[in-house]
């Protein structure tokens, strides 16, 4: 039994139930080569079964290193790029007290935060005064170890703590997250005697946020990482027992934004009313974007935060092009109450919403958001979670992982590679004179020069 509700119900006046169940036995000959890995790219489709086979050793290994690391550190850097970070900070700033940094709570876990995920000099080195006063520990996270961005970090850093508290010491302090047997990192590893934890062979990075990459941040930060597993568990079980585009909700979220796509909407918006859930957003526009945008295919992912981007981007969204549709994640109950107070003088003419909750006016400026939409050519799906936990959020995760990778084979793509990434590492790499692209550096450089 799932939590998360998937609805679309306000999609009638764009398509039907019946022109949306044509799409049928497209979804389940791609459903079938998801669960029984036949379609391409399956070589990485550990992630699917992941949930089920998580096994007890490793939650309690890793439950013991995050209660060592709260006891030696103050801040918790988690060094890594695109989805060796973006899955534990959604979870974690979705679970977070928005300004947990700034609280005297008596809450016992450090303070995570994150590098390597730029190449930012002014931030690492704003980093580096942070943690010279500060007690701290650092995971690292990269399959290879020469992923430019954590790579660079992670010397920068090693080299900090090390001078800082010696070089027995900062052993101490560092997790690497890497591969099992190959790759610079675990050669480091192995040599400098870190506590490893291994991404699995058959794990991309976007889709690894139930492995070692994601569960220790999590678990660094104080939430329950079995709860985590629970809620992708159901989700999964809800997932594969089968392909019905009306009892599967992954299944139905493929298929409508395939439809839609096919009849021209282009860009997918996901919406959301509550701030702790941006890097939800942030998770699944990697997730979508470099699953789905390929071979001149797949549908462009964008991101609001409303009502705020209300007053920004909701000009363009009722009345720009009509490319667009939206997927609007909802939460029912908020874990605090707080209502709007009565004002005699009444100057901003707010009494007539006075003692009610400020949930109560952020749904009905959902509702109303989504019917202005609506009535502005905007195709509305909606994702409800009856209260933000790790059981939701691990039903929400994985209920995005499998509707991509259902996605992506309608699309006919490869949903788990991503060979467009490598562009710009080979011309920064050419330009930067790495060793071995002399060839590709006199290319550009007389590219730049006009020659």
Request: hydrophobic residues 40%.
């Amino acid at each position: 039994m799932i939590n998360l509700t998937f609805n679309h119900e306000h999609l009638a006046d764009f398509l039907s139930d019946e022109e949306l169940l044509i799409m049928q036995d497209e979804v389940s000959v791609c459903h079938d080569m998801l669960i029984n890995k036949t379609g391409k790219g399956n070589d990485f489709l550990g992630w699917v079964d992941l949930p089920a086979e998580i096994d007890e050793a490793l939650l309690s290994s890793i439950e013991e290193d995050a209660r060592k690391i709260r006891e030696i550190a103050e801040v918790f850097v988690v060094i890594g790029i695109g989805g060796s970070y973006l899955g534990a900070r959604a979870v974690i700033e979705a679970l977070n007290h928005p300004f947990a940094g700034m609280m005297n709570s008596g809450k016992k876990s450090p303070v995570v935060i994150y590098a390597g995920n730029s190449i930012s000099q002014d931030y690492h080195a704003s980093l580096l005064e942070l943690l010279s006063e500060k007690d701290y520990a650092v995971a690292v996270i990269s399959k290879s170890g020469t992923t430019t961005e954590p790579a660079v970090a992670f010397r920068i850093l090693k080299a900090h703590l090390e001078k800082k508290y010696g070089k027995e010491s900062a052993r101490e302090r560092i997790i690497s997250i890497t591969d099992k047997s190959r790759g610079a990192l675990k050669k480091l590893s192995t040599d400098e005697g870190y506590k490893t934890y291994v991404i699995p062979d058959d794990v991309g990075g976007r889709f690894s946020v139930l492995t070692p990459v994601g569960l220790l941040p999590i678990a660094v930060a104080g939430y329950d990482i079995r709860q985590l597993v629970a809620g992708a568990k159901a989700m999964r079980e809800a997932c594969i027992i089968t392909p019905s585009i009306l009892d599967n909700p992954a299944s139905r979220y493929a298929a409508i934004r395939n439809s839609l796509y096919r009849m021209g909407k282009q860009v997918e918006i996901l919406v959301n009313y509550e701030p702790s859930l941006q890097y939800i957003t942030e998770w699944w526009k990697q997730l979508y974007g470099e699953s789905e945008g390929k071979e001149g295919e797949g549908i462009f992912p964008a991101g609001v935060g409303f009502t705020t981007d209300l007053h920004s981007m909701g000009q363009y969204i009722q009345d720009g092009q009509r490319m667009i549709f939206e997927t609007v994640i909802t939460v029912d109950s908020p874990a605090k109450m707080l209502n709007i107070p009565h004002d005699n003088a009444d100057l901003d003419g707010m009494n007539f919403i006075a003692g009610k909750s400020l949930n109560e006016v952020n749904q009905m400026a959902t509702l109303g958001t989504v019917l202005a939409h609506i009535d502005g050519d905007v195709p509305n799906l909606g994702i409800s979670l009856p209260k933000l936990n790790e059981e939701t959020i691990g039903e929400l995760l994985y209920f995005f992982e499998f509707a991509c990778g259902l996605s992506g084979y309608i699309l006919g793509v490869n949903p788990f590679d991503q060979p467009g990434v490598e562009a710009y590492k080979k011309n920064m790499f050419a330009l930067l004179g790495k060793p071995g692209y002399e060839k590709e550096s006199d290319a550009i450089r007389a590219r730049i020069n006009g020659e």
